[in-house]
Structure formats: C-alpha cells, structure tokens
C-alpha cells in the first residue's frame, strides 16, 4: 500500500550540496520509521539516514555531520538535505520505511563529479 517517490536527484560538484525528497504515501506513516538508502553499481544497498517517527535521527558513519534526514509528516514527506558532497557518495538513493519493506521505488540518482 506505500508508495515511494524519489525526487531531486541531480549532478553536482563535489563540496557541494543537494536536498532530495520522498513521497511516501501510506497508512500510518505518521508512525512509521524511515530511511534512505543508497546503493551504488557493484555495490549493496545501505542506509544512510533514519528517522523516527518522534523525528529521532540515525547516520551512517560516511555522512554522518554531511547529511541532514527530516520529515514532515502533515504532508508525508521525507528530505535528505546533503552538503559537502563527495564523489563517493554517488549512487541511487531510495527512500523507505525503517526497516525496508519489500516495495522499492525508482530512487533518484545523485551524481557528484570531482
């Protein structure tokens, strides 16, 4: 029943910055945790950011002081703002409950060039 859009993905420099957005529409989402993921070719999937539904956050230890996780649960919206982009950080980013469920959605690419 939860559907997941990824948006605001993009190229970027590297130092730079980029805030992507997640729709996630669903019952109770007010209540649910979420997160975003990356994964880059060759590579698994990992977390990068957590949210609790009381707005408690989670870092990976690679963004951690970089990356911001938010959410606006009025309007079922989950931000990554990101700043200080490094060429690593490049993948496919996904949103997605906290633990993941099954359903993934498209993700948004994100491209940080050196």
């Known amino acids: 029943q939860v559907q997941l859009v990824e948006s605001g993905g993009g190229l970027v420099q590297a130092g730079g910055s980029l805030r992507i957005s997640c729709a996630a529409s669903g019952t109770f989402f007010r209540i649910r945790a979420m997160g975003w993921f990356r994964q880059a070719p060759g590579k698994q999937r990992e977390l990068v950011a957590g949210i609790e539904s009381s707005g408690r956050t989670k870092y990976a230890a690679s963004v951690k002081g970089r990356f911001t996780i938010s959410r606006d649960n009025a309007q079922n919206m989950v931000y990554l703002q990101m700043n200080s982009l490094k060429p690593e950080d490049t993948a496919v980013y996904f949103c997605?409950?906290?633990?993941?469920?099954?359903?993934w959605g498209q993700g948004t690419q994100v491209t940080v060039s050196s």
């Open positions: 997605n409950t906290d633990p993941p469920a099954g359903y």
